[in-house]
């Protein structure tokens, strides 16, 4: 007897979205908040004491700045410049690539902290940025294994709701012997308030596999977005991969770069354009670099001012593969659909004359 799926059914995620999911997460975050000292969540960096922001002896300016759009770049601990800010509950997003405490050779920076030091240097950068995000506003946490749980629960904690718990795979990690070699990296997703969210899902969906593997005529023959689908929660492909020596994004003397493709599609889902950007950790300069092109204001903040005039030169010279990616943009199942295939072989061949993922 052929199997029969029950569709009647309101989940707005599908069936990997329990109704009310997401209302109960916020519940539960501010039960969290208001809870006594006896029951809130304990992490192991609460036993070392805040760190106590810096006040400027003068109004606060930026290292390097350029206009329309405006972007700023600050030198100094992201853990004193957020909280004297003039912009404070006005950043539409944050995204952070915080050092992961591995002894990295930073400029400038210590990457071996003690781990109760580390989780509360954590926890404040974390603070210091909720602090400055507008209630319609998006986080962004690049972090890897050791540290994702904590992260989690600290914003938690805090009252943010998760949207997502993505994984960039990027396929070519650090070879050993003793346990599975690493490939990934999580990408957290928490806002403020999920239903006020900007949510941008048009502006980065791709080809779907439905549309593309198995040729399935309900996708392609819908009215919008044919073919197309809002990307997965596991981030690959052409252009994702770890910035090696020989990538042309690659900028000398930095680590642990992010690939432009990245920040392009969190900037595109989660602002508009002339929205506020801000980098806690600016690194190679990667997110005032895709924010420019975007036409999204940013703020960037880098602990080495040899850092941060390096990610200034390169948020000045511009991207280099933003726009590289297929998305509804520059749709070629469309374009097959429009050529007339109505065969798979038909549309297979459309779909490669139009150019496909380049």
């Known amino acids: 007897m052929a199997e029969k799926k ?78 004297n800010l003039p912009d404070a509950g006005k950043v539409d997003l944050v995204f952070a690539d915080p050092p992961f405490n591995w002894d990295v050779p930073y400029d400038e920076w210590k990457d071996g902290m003690p781990r109760a ?40 904690r805090r009252g943010l709701t998760m949207m997502n718990w993505c ?74 991969g770890r910035i090696q020596g020989n990538n042309k994004e690659r900028r000398s003397q930095h680590h642990n770069q992010i690939p432009e493709v990245y920040l392009e599609r969190v900037i595109r889902s989660c602002s508009n354009e002339g929205d506020l950007v801000l980098d806690p950790f600016l690194g190679s300069g990667t997110t005032g670099t895709v924010a420019r092109v975007l036409g999204r204001r940013s703020i960037g903040v880098e602990f080495s001012k040899v850092n941060a005039k390096s990610a200034f030169e390169r948020i000045k010279q511009g991207a280099i593969r933003v726009g590289k990616e297929k998305t509804a943009a520059g749709n070629p199942i469309f374009a097959a659909r429009k050529a007339g295939a109505a065969t798979k072989e038909k549309f297979e061949a459309a779909l490669k004359g139009g150019g496909g993922k380049k």
């Open 167 to 240: 994984v960039w795979h990027f396929r070519f990690g650090q070879n050993r012997k003793d346990s599975f070699i690493m490939s990934k990296v999580h990408a957290l997703y928490f806002v403020k308030a999920p239903l006020e969210r900007t949510w941008n899902p048009e502006a980065v969906m791709e080809p779907s596999d439905r549309a593309t593997v198995y040729f399935d005529p309900r996708t392609l023959n819908k009215e919008n977005n044919v073919g197309m689908r809002v990307p997965m929660d596991v981030w690959y492909g052409q252009y994702w």
């Open 117 to 156: 030091e580390y989780e509360r240097f954590t926890f404040d950068w974390l603070d210091a940025c909720i602090n400055v995000l507008s209630s319609t506003g998006a986080l962004w946490v690049n972090i890897p294994d050791d540290s994702a749980a904590e992260v989690v629960m600290h914003l938690k």
């Open 6 to 83: 029950n569709m009647e059914f309101d989940r707005p995620g599908g069936y990997a979205m329990p109704k009310g999911a997401i209302a109960v997460q916020r519940e539960l975050a501010f039960d969290l908040v208001a809870a006594d000292e006896d029951t809130t969540i304990r992490l192991h960096g609460d036993q070392v004491p805040a760190h106590q922001p810096t006040k400027p002896t003068k109004a606060l300016k930026p290292a390097h700045s350029l206009d329309d759009p405006d972007t700023r770049v600050y030198v100094g601990d992201c853990r004193d410049v957020l909280p």
